[in-house]
């Protein structure tokens, strides 16, 4: 992590901030096996109907399931759609 | 989002195939140009996606960077509706045109119902109503319905209220019926007034005849009591009318044994469990036969909480036999008299027929070495009198 990185960290610490948002880390909700939320995201990587990978400062997150289907998408916010097993964060 | 929807709903979207070998760049690229889209998805080696309808002309400069090549799969939203519609000038004219036939006859009465006719035959109303003017096929507007009311209390013999709903295309005409109060009988043709129980007459008023007897003369069932004659001396033959009030005595007799045999409960109980379902019966549990030779059975019914007036058909019924054994007590011959007076007392009162006017209650004990026994006599006055047709001459 760099230095405005770790400063980022420690003011989200202090302040109670939420953290993707000092950070620029990605912040990810899923809801059932549904639907998974992908915010702070770099952009699409792959789009396939049983896995979906996104972009993400530091990695990338990988959504595997059925029927997957990008269900919405703009430059701050990621929304896939499907059958959702396994959400990974590398 | 479901704004978002119906925000491009309305302005109109296109759903675009993309071919090529940087697919999802070319979505990166879209997204850093501020696009929007939705509905990503892959289909064979192609990418489907869908996009407003402005946004397409800033895709084809993405296109050609990323080496993509972009097709039309689909046109939606209301401008290609309407582009749709206005090449079919002819649908939106029949589409007015059912809308203003529906509006033109929803303003007529096509059906008439009679509501509350139970006497009072349905077609007659109906009929009436007709000739009122509440037929079907008449304007609505053009009815008056305080006059129809009015008019068929008056034409429809039998009706005592009348009210005409309009729902819609239906005219309801709910109507009350007159309750005409019950006729008292009136036997035609001549004959005699006679006894219908033995008794001693109390009371006699002759309104049309001759008297058989007198007051205080004890007379037996079938005895006449007013002649019917005319005129008074036997003219002729007519019909007797009048009233014939008597005295007569009603008995009831009550024994109660000093030892009498009472069922009690063992302590000893079976259960058969059974789900109903509709009309039938599963057992559930106690398929075989009751063990018991005397038994009682308690009734417990469980069932779903209902809603509304809406139940369901299925419930849990216990059925818990309690075991009866035959046992000899002995009671106190106070309690046995009490008991045997308290039997014979509304055993003879249930026996008075309506209308009779109870008098003094005579109680009369017979005590024996077993048992104990009452004779309740209760005297009454009350109407004997008959009408008893005349044979044939």
Request: aromatic share 8%.
């Amino acid at each position: 992590m760099n230095r405005s990185g770790r400063f980022g960290q420690r003011l989200a610490g202090l302040l109670d901030l939420p953290r993707h948002l000092v950070m620029n880390v990605p912040y990810i909700a899923i809801t059932g096996g549904a639907q998974v939320v992908v915010e702070n995201h770099r952009g699409l990587r792959h789009c396939y109907p049983d896995r979906i990978v996104v972009g993400a400062t530091g990695g990338q997150v990988t959504i595997r399931g059925e029927d997957l289907v990008v269900a919405v998408v703009t430059k701050d916010e990621l929304m896939v759609c499907g059958r959702i097993r396994e959400v990974t964060l590398e | 989002m479901l704004t978002l929807r119906l925000w491009y709903y309305v302005t109109g979207y296109l759903e675009i195939r993309i071919h090529g070998p940087g697919l999802e760049e070319f979505v990166n690229c879209a997204l850093a140009r501020g696009l929007f889209l939705w509905r990503v998805r892959r289909d064979g080696d192609t990418l489907l996606a869908r996009v407003g309808l402005g946004a397409f002309p800033q895709l084809w400069p993405l296109a050609k960077k990323t080496s993509c090549r972009l097709r039309l799969a689909g046109k939606y939203g209301l401008p290609f509706v309407w582009r749709h519609l206005r090449r079919r000038r002819l649908l939106p004219v029949a589409a007015m045109g059912v809308a203003i036939a529906i509006f033109v006859f929803t303003r007529f009465i096509w059906l008439v119902e009679v509501t509350g006719a139970k006497q009072v035959s349905p077609y007659r109303v109906l009929e009436v109503a007709a000739g009122l003017g509440l037929q079907p096929g008449v304007p609505r507007h053009m009815l008056d319905l305080k006059d129809i009311e009015h008019r068929l209390v008056l034409d429809v013999p039998g009706i005592s209220w009348a009210k005409v709903r309009l729902q819609g295309i239906r005219a309801i005409i709910d109507i009350v019926e007159k309750v005409q109060p019950p006729l008292p009988y009136q036997p035609v043709g001549p004959g005699d007034i006679v006894a219908s129980r033995d008794g001693i007459v109390s009371k006699l008023l002759v309104l049309a005849g001759e008297p058989a007897v007198r007051e205080g003369q004890t007379v037996t069932a079938g005895q006449l009591l007013i002649r019917g004659v005319l005129g008074g001396h036997g003219i002729g033959y007519g019909q007797a009318r009048g009233q014939v009030k008597a005295r007569v005595w009603y008995q009831a007799y009550c024994e109660v044994p000093y030892r009498q045999l009472i069922t009690n409960r063992t302590g000893r109980s079976w259960v058969r469990e059974v789900v109903a379902w509709l009309d039938r019966e599963i057992i559930w549990k106690g398929r075989e036969e009751v063990p018991f030779e005397e038994y009682e059975v308690f009734t417990n019914r469980r069932t779903l909480p209902s809603w509304r007036n809406i139940r369901a058909p299925v419930e849990l019924i216990t059925y818990t036999y309690y075991e009866l054994q035959w046992i000899e007590v002995q009671i106190s011959p106070e309690e046995a008299l009490q008991r045997a007076r308290e039997n014979a007392e509304a055993s003879v009162r249930g026996r008075l027929p309506p209308g009779a006017e109870p008098g003094e209650l005579v109680i009369e004990v017979i005590a024996g070495s077993q048992t104990v026994g009452v004779r309740a006599t209760l005297a009454a006055v009350e109407e004997i009198g008959s009408f008893r047709p005349a044979g044939p001459p």
